[in-house]
């Protein structure tokens, strides 16, 4: 067969690979409508701000929801207190988790603009299974509101007992449960803060602190009337002993009117009062979480602070190893009193992103 010349053979390489780009580019072509149809169809994030008053318990409750996406998750946040509601600050305290998670203040009977609605009209309903019943509804509200099959629950001080009563009465409703500041037994919590709050004072030698509290005596208390004695002091040697950064609680414009501020003010009165009893008999006297038993169906995460004086984590540390749980982790905060601290909400946020949002299928 005769042989093409060169320059021959290369105008026919050109014309080849000119053909072949042709075909590719088709090919491509023909393909863009299907990426186009999918870019599309992807989800766009649906913002979620709403604030308003649900039905819960027979009373009207105030609920706020934030977030970026309405699909992520869901972390309903249980205040302390009784009667301490965390929506004034929750803005601050939590910025830039509503990126990952929708967030979900909660202002429970008797606290906050929940109080404000109901007046002191409804103490008579103000026990600890009340609160929990009322919390399975939120939760349940939630989860019909939100589309979601369950929710995450985190809870601070008293929340921390109400979370755990919750995930006890319905475990179903939860992929994990969050505790900070964990309490587990007042009257062991408040024989052990005493005991170690006059070791502190006779160690610093402030005779006025050990005057003070070896009048009251230790617990358990026959009236109200010592409890601001033994506060007083227990406030200033856990400023002293706190030494991580506090969290950042700046006053959303939404409560600050003066109005709102007496009304946050009387409720946490109001629940003091009801909870701890004049005679120091009230609902809180009695709590003892193990109790309830020491299985729990659901994973458990625990941040205790190290300087804690309400919440002593030795106490907390007994509670957590007792517990049979799915998954379960302790992390004593160094540093870190009753209060948020920074690294403490900072190690919280990591928990929820690395062990507790991957337990949430439906995100």
């Given at each position: 067969m005769p042989r093409l010349a060169p320059s021959i053979r290369s105008l026919w390489c050109i014309m080849l690979r000119l053909a072949a780009m042709i075909v590719a580019g088709l090919a491509f072509r023909t393909s863009l409508p299907d990426l186009t149809a999918q870019v599309r169809s992807a989800p766009m994030p649906e913002p979620?701000?709403?604030g308003a008053y649900v039905q819960i318990g027979g009373i009207?409750?105030?609920?706020?929801?934030?977030?970026?996406?309405?699909?992520?998750?869901v972390v309903l946040f249980l205040h302390g207190g009784p009667g301490d509601a965390w929506s004034p600050f929750a803005d601050a305290?939590?910025?830039?988790?509503?990126?990952?998670?929708?967030?979900?203040?909660?202002?429970?009977?008797?606290?906050?603009?929940?109080?404000?609605k109901t007046g002191p009209s409804i103490e008579p309903t103000l026990t600890i299974e009340r609160m929990v019943q009322d919390g399975i509804e939120v939760a349940e509200f939630l989860t019909r509101h939100l589309n979601k099959?369950?929710?995450?629950?985190?809870?601070?001080?008293?929340?921390?007992?109400?979370?755990?009563?919750m995930a006890h009465t319905k475990p179903d409703l939860f992929y994990a449960y969050i505790g900070i500041a964990q309490l587990v037994n007042t009257r062991k919590e408040q024989s052990a803060s005493y005991t170690r709050l006059l070791e502190s004072a006779r160690a610093a030698g402030d005779q006025q602190a050990i005057s003070d509290l070896t009048t009251i005596g230790p617990p358990p208390w026959d009236s109200l009337r010592k409890w601001p004695i033994f506060r007083k002091w227990k406030l200033l040697y856990q400023a002293k002993r706190a030494t991580a950064p506090s969290a950042h609680e700046e006053l959303s414009p939404d409560y600050a009117s003066p109005k709102e501020q007496a009304q946050y003010a009387a409720a946490d009165d109001f629940c003091f009062e009801h909870f701890w009893g004049l005679t120091m008999s009230g609902p809180l006297e009695s709590v003892d979480l193990l109790a309830l038993g020491t299985r729990l169906p659901i994973p458990i995460f625990i941040l205790q602070g190290a300087e804690d004086l309400t919440a002593p984590p030795e106490i907390a540390k007994a509670y957590f190893d007792s517990i049979k749980a799915p998954a379960k982790q302790f992390h004593l905060v160094s540093g870190t009193g009753h209060e948020f601290s920074v690294p403490e909400l900072d190690m919280t946020f990591k928990i929820l992103i690395e062990q507790v949002r991957p337990l949430t299928p439906d995100h």
């Open positions: 979620v701000k709403e009207e409750q105030w609920i706020t929801i934030k977030g970026d996406d309405r699909s992520n998750p305290m939590f910025a830039g988790w509503e990126k990952n998670f929708t967030l979900v203040q909660w202002d429970q009977r008797g606290a906050g603009r929940t109080y404000a099959k369950k929710i995450i629950i985190l809870g601070g001080s008293w929340g921390s007992i109400l979370g755990v009563y």
